[in-house]
């Protein structure tokens, strides 16, 4: 399965965050409206991602949840004609049943291999995620260095760290 180092956290000033990610990545960023249906599993997370007028995706992830860098390993299949969000969705509620919702207005910079996400979370608020893509020759240190670096440059400290992915935080509330 490919692999990402993951770092997630709370912002506190999320201006002052896209002016440094859109520093870092030389880029005033992508803006993608994202509605996440998250499935009932065994074992991982399984969601449905459709992204406004672009594209759904059908993803399946392991990841520990913990503060800080953590391996995500991840299965995605992609899909432009509405098939996922259709046909798809219809199937899985039924097998599996649905865990809940999760929407999003999220703004991606890219920064060398790693996928730099601002996202404005509804009912959450906002938050930063690093996704550190591991080439097949690197090792999980590798992306925990990269992802800390960015971590700092970006102005994240460890007490805004968050373990838990946004399903999780919403079933809570």
Do not use: W
Request: proline residues 2%; hydrophobic residues 30%; charged residues 35%.
């Amino acid at each position: 399965m490919p692999r990402n180092v993951e770092i997630k956290a709370r912002v506190n000033d999320v201006k002052e965050l896209h002016k440094r990610a859109a520093e870092l990545s030389s880029s005033e960023g992508t803006v993608l409206e994202q509605e996440d249906t998250f499935y009932n599993s065994p074992q991982g997370r399984l969601k449905l991602r459709v992204i406004k007028d672009t594209k759904e995706e059908l993803i399946y992830y392991e990841r520990p949840d913990k503060d800080g860098p953590k391996c995500s390993d991840y299965v995605k299949i992609e899909c432009t004609n509405g098939f996922l969000s259709g046909d798809m969705n219809k199937l899985l509620s039924r097998c599996l049943g649905q865990r809940g919702h999760v929407s999003k207005t999220r703004t991606l910079y890219l920064v060398g291999q790693t996928r730099v996400h601002v996202d404005s979370v509804d009912n959450l608020g906002d938050f930063m995620e690093l996704e550190v893509v591991l080439n097949d020759d690197q090792t999980l240190e590798e992306g925990e260095k990269i992802a800390r670096d960015l971590q700092q440059k970006l102005g994240i400290t460890e007490k805004d760290l968050c373990s838990e992915a946004y399903m999780d935080m919403i079933l809570k509330k």
